[in-house]
C-alpha cells in the first residue's frame, strides 16, 4: 500500500545540538512537504520540496529531496527551544487523488535548556 | 486573511451516539480536506472535495461516516454511531486548487473523545 515511513519517532536533545529526521516512501513521489505541529496544535507548512536531489534552506532548517524522489530529510542546527514540536513529512503523487497527501507518523522533538 | 475555522473544538461523546463537525475554509480555496488524527499518528485522509464534488474518500468509513459540502464552501463530518476507536482529532483543511504542489492550511481541529 501507499506508505510514508518516518525515522525516528521521538528525539531528545540538548538545546544547541542538531536534530535530523528522516522520510521514506513505498514508491516514487511528484513532491513531498513539511509540516510542523506544536503541541496541542494543528500542522503548520514549513516547506514543499519537488525537484530531485533538491534542498532548501530556512534559516537553521534544511530540507532536502532524494535523487529518487522516495526520500527525505529535514536537519535542524543549533535547536532552540522554540523548534520543539512533532515533524511530519507528507508525500504527494500517490494514485488516487491528484493532491492526495499520504503523513508518515511524525517526529517527536524534544528540546531541553 | 482569516484561516479555517472548525467547531466544536471539543467534543466528548459516547459510544453509538452521533456528532457532526463543522468546518469553514479559507475564503476562495477550492478545495477541502477532513483528516483523522489519532494520538501518536499523523493525519489520515478521510475525504477530499473539490468545490461541492468529492475528489477521494476511499479511506472514509462509510458505514458510519458521511461528509458534506452542499455548496461549495462549509463542509460538515458526521460519525453515526460512534466507536471507541473513533476518538481522535478531525482536522479539516483547505487548499486554493487542487494540484500537487498545492499548500493545505490546517484548521485547530475538533478533539472527539468517545467513552
Known amino acids: 500500500g501507499q506508505q510514508v515511513m518516518q525515522i525516528p519517532q521521538y528525539q531528545h536533545v540538548q538545546e544547541g545540538e542538531d536534530f535530523t529526521t528522516y522520510c521514506n516512501s513505498s514508491t516514487t513521489l511528484s513532491n513531498i512537504q513539511w509540516y510542523k505541529q506544536r503541541p496541542g496544535g494543528h500542522p503548520v507548512f514549513l516547506i514543499q520540496l519537488v525537484k530531485s536531489g533538491e534542498v532548501k534552506k530556512q534559516k537553521r532548517l534544511t530540507f532536502q529531496f532524494g535523487e529518487a524522489k522516495k526520500n527525505s530529510s529535514l536537519h535542524i542546527t543549533a535547536t532552540q527551544t522554540t523548534d520543539v514540536g512533532t515533524y511530519f513529512c507528507a508525500g504527494s503523487g500517490f494514485s488516487g487523488g491528484y493532491n492526495k497527501l499520504i503523513f508518515g507518523a511524525g517526529t517527536r522533538l524534544a528540546v531541553h535548556p | 486573511e482569516a484561516g479555517v475555522a472548525q467547531s466544536p473544538r471539543y467534543k466528548i461523546i459516547e459510544k453509538r451516539q452521533s456528532v457532526a463537525f463543522w468546518c469553514n475554509p479559507i475564503?476562495?480555496?477550492?478545495?477541502l480536506y477532513w483528516y483523522q488524527q489519532i494520538l501518536g499518528q499523523g493525519p489520515k485522509l478521510l475525504i477530499q472535495?473539490?468545490?461541492?464534488?468529492?475528489?477521494?474518500d476511499s479511506q472514509l468509513p462509510k458505514d458510519r461516516f458521511s461528509a458534506e459540502r452542499l455548496k461549495g464552501v462549509d463542509s460538515t463530518l458526521k460519525i453515526q454511531p460512534a466507536k471507541l476507536e473513533d476518538s481522535a482529532v478531525y482536522l479539516c483543511?483547505?487548499?486554493?486548487?487542487?494540484?500537487?504542489?498545492?499548500?493545505?492550511?490546517f484548521g485547530p481541529g475538533t478533539r472527539l473523545t468517545v467513552l
Open positions: 472535495f473539490q468545490n461541492n464534488g468529492v475528489v477521494d
Open positions: 483543511a483547505s487548499s486554493l486548487v487542487r494540484t500537487s504542489t498545492d499548500t493545505q492550511y
Open positions: 475564503s476562495g480555496h477550492a478545495t
